[in-house]
Every structure is written in C-alpha cells, then in structure tokens.
C-alpha cells in the first residue's frame, strides 16, 4: 500500500512539482515544505534559551510575562517574510504545524518553557477567519501542543472587533487600535496554569499585549509568549 500510494505521489508531482516554502526550487522526495538547505540555514534567534533576551524587554512596564521568544528573524524580503507570507496569505496551513512542531521540540530544551501547560493561540476574528479559511496560529499551537504533549485551547481567548490592519500605525495608533478587541471565555481552562499564547510572528506587539491584558484578569495565569518570527 505504501508503495503505491508513493507511486501515485511521484506521479503527481511530475505534473504539479511540490516546492520550498521559503525558496521555491523543487523539493526532493524525501523534503516536507523545505528544501533541506533552506532548513539548515533559517536565521535563527535562541532567545528561547538566553537569559535576558531582547524580547523580553519588549513588554516591561506594560504587561506581566514570564518569558518571550520567536523562533527565527524575519526582515523584507527574507526568506522567513516569503515564509509568513505563505503561511498567511497562500493557503499554506500545514508549514504553520510542521513549524511550530519543530518549534516545540526546541522549547522542550528550554528551562522557561517546561513548566508551561497549555497553548493558546492568538485568534482571528470570525470576519476575518471566513475570509481566510483558517487561523495560522492555530496551525501553529497545534504543533507546538505535539512537540510539548499539552493541549491548546482555541476557546480561551476570543477576538469581539474587527481591526484595521496595524502595517503603517505609530506605537500608540496600534494600542488603540487592538486594545480592547479581546475577549475571554471558559476560563476554567487555564485558571492558576502557566499558559503559552502563541502567534505567527511578534510584531505588531501591541497584539500580543493586548491578549496578555485579558489573561491577567484570570486567577493565578502566568504568560510566557512564542511566536514563529520576530523583526531583525
């Protein structure tokens, strides 16, 4: 069975070629997404590991979190952009869990994130979800949730407003614009659990912020954040 089914695999891929997410040359058959020297050599962070990251600035002073980290960097026109972009924006869903399993693996290495519970993804408002057809993040927490063996909720935190894309928003344009678009519900989930809110990538951060702001009206939650990218 297994024969024929990489039979049929090889015959469909003479006519529609499977290519790399990141650079668009041919995948081999033994290549899922990325071509194997696109995944050697995506730029990678380690904040997971570093004590005192950069990122783990980003939200002092305005909100609690135990640790932040992203797991590669993205710039314009970086392979990571073509990346997100593909993930976002193409239908590609499946590099969001391949991604954020691979991810996971990392995370498990990490003394921050051992301790974590659950995963909760950040959401897309139902406008936006039926536009899209799915929410990458949630791709993305279902990953993580295999590689760290815990479950992800995508009834915890709920998006109630429509927002305007953040790209060309100052600092303070963004917050106003994303703060109180959040929601929580069944909170019981997480109630007194370390909780990991996971996204696509971290910038905007005033997104990101906004969601803790909801968490921290849960007993006992502690935040740690993951997202798959984070500015160069």
Request: aromatic share 10%.
């Amino acid at each position: 069975m297994n024969k024929i089914k990489q039979l049929l695999n090889n015959f469909v891929s003479i006519f529609y070629p499977r290519s790399c997410v990141a650079c668009g040359n041919a995948l081999m058959q033994n290549e899922s997404h990325f071509c194997l020297s696109c995944l050697m050599h995506l730029p990678e962070t380690n904040y997971h590991i570093m004590d005192n990251s950069p990122l783990d600035y980003i939200f002092m002073g305005r909100v609690p979190v135990e640790k932040v980290a992203s797991r590669l960097f993205y710039k314009k026109g970086n392979k990571v952009q073509h990346i997100l972009h593909a993930l976002k924006y193409r239908g590609d869903k499946e590099v969001g869990r391949f991604l954020g399993e691979m991810y996971g693996r990392q995370l498990l290495r990490s003394s921050y994130y051992q301790s974590v519970d659950c995963i909760v993804p950040i959401p897309l408002h139902p406008k936006k979800l039926r536009m899209r057809g799915y929410n990458q993040s949630e791709w993305i927490a279902m990953g993580l949730a295999r590689s760290l063996n815990i479950p992800y909720f995508t009834d915890v935190l709920l998006r109630s407003e429509f927002t305007e894309t953040q790209t060309k928003k100052n600092r303070f344009s963004r917050w106003e614009n994303v703060k109180s678009v959040f929601v929580t519900a069944d909170t019981e989930k997480i109630t007194g659990k370390p909780a990991l809110i996971c996204d696509d990538a971290l910038t905007p951060a005033a997104t990101m912020a906004a969601a803790i702001t909801q968490f921290q009206k849960i007993e006992g939650v502690r935040v740690s954040v993951a997202t798959l990218a984070c500015a160069h």
